[in-house]
């Protein structure tokens, strides 16, 4: 099993809906879990951190699911410039600690 | 602040040529570290620093070397470019280490072509 795994998609959902993914991680012993978002041919960038009891930023939600060892990212109210591409992030695992999953494309549509 | 910055922003190489990418970051961070990211593969660490003086292999590191003289700067030697090298090389940094769940911040890449 992969260490992290996210739905590559695309997700294509139409503007204004809400849309939800998750990635799942292998290693239990994790602590720490980030979403990245990645603009086509941009650097990766952190969207927020998440925590054990779920947090809030604006229209996103993370929820943090430890029993079954994943996370999810809820983004509401989706607007055109959420078109990205979602990278999951957990620590544990990796040379350095980190692992990054491959992402989720998101395509929102007018 | 300037954040992460990398040079050169593209580089196009001839097969067995050698170049330093260069990467500085002036947020006094004491990690950081050097990914590439190709289609279908995600990102993959070459190496990382916890500090100055102190480096280490990532996941894929051979034909890599880099060194940390100071805190600031990190550059990502390649010793005798191969085709297999083309990729996107992304440096980040971040106040703590992976295990200790900082979030990191990247530079904007440099984009290298061996040919």
């Known amino acids: 099993r992969k260490e992290v795994e996210q739905d590559p998609g695309p997700f294509n959902v139409p503007e204004g809906a809400t849309v939800a993914f998750n990635c799942t991680y292998s290693?239990?012993?994790?602590?720490?879990f980030f979403w990245y978002r990645q603009d086509c041919r941009k650097e990766p960038k952190l969207l927020m951190s998440?925590?054990?009891s779920g947090n809030e930023d604006g229209r996103f939600t993370a929820q943090l699911n430890r029993a079954s060892q994943y996370i999810s990212l809820l983004i509401r109210d989706s607007k055109l410039s959420d078109s990205a591409t979602y990278l999951c992030?957990?620590?544990?695992?990796?040379?350095?600690?980190?692992?990054f999953g491959k992402g989720t494309h998101l395509i929102i549509q007018p | 602040n300037a954040g992460v910055t990398q040079t050169p922003k593209f580089q196009v190489l001839k097969t067995g040529q050698s170049m330093t990418l260069q990467c500085a970051q002036d947020?006094?961070?004491?990690?950081m570290s050097w990914y590439r990211q190709d289609p279908g593969m995600g990102l993959r660490l070459i190496h990382y620093?916890?500090?100055?003086?102190?480096?280490d292999q990532g996941e894929v590191p051979n034909g890599y070397n880099v060194s940390r003289s100071t805190t600031e700067d990190f550059p990502l030697r390649l010793l005798s470019a191969a085709p297999s090298q083309t990729s996107v090389y992304f440096c980040?940094?971040?106040?703590?280490?992976?295990?200790?769940?900082?979030?990191?911040?990247f530079g904007p890449g440099t984009r290298l072509t061996v040919t």
């Open positions: 980040a940094s971040s106040y703590g280490t992976g295990t200790g769940g900082a979030g990191q911040y």
């Open positions: 290693n239990s012993a994790s602590q720490s």
């Open positions: 998440v925590y054990s």
């Open positions: 992030v957990v620590t544990g695992g990796g040379a350095d600690g980190l692992t």
């Open positions: 947020m006094n961070h004491e990690y």
């Open positions: 620093s916890v500090g100055a003086g102190i480096t």
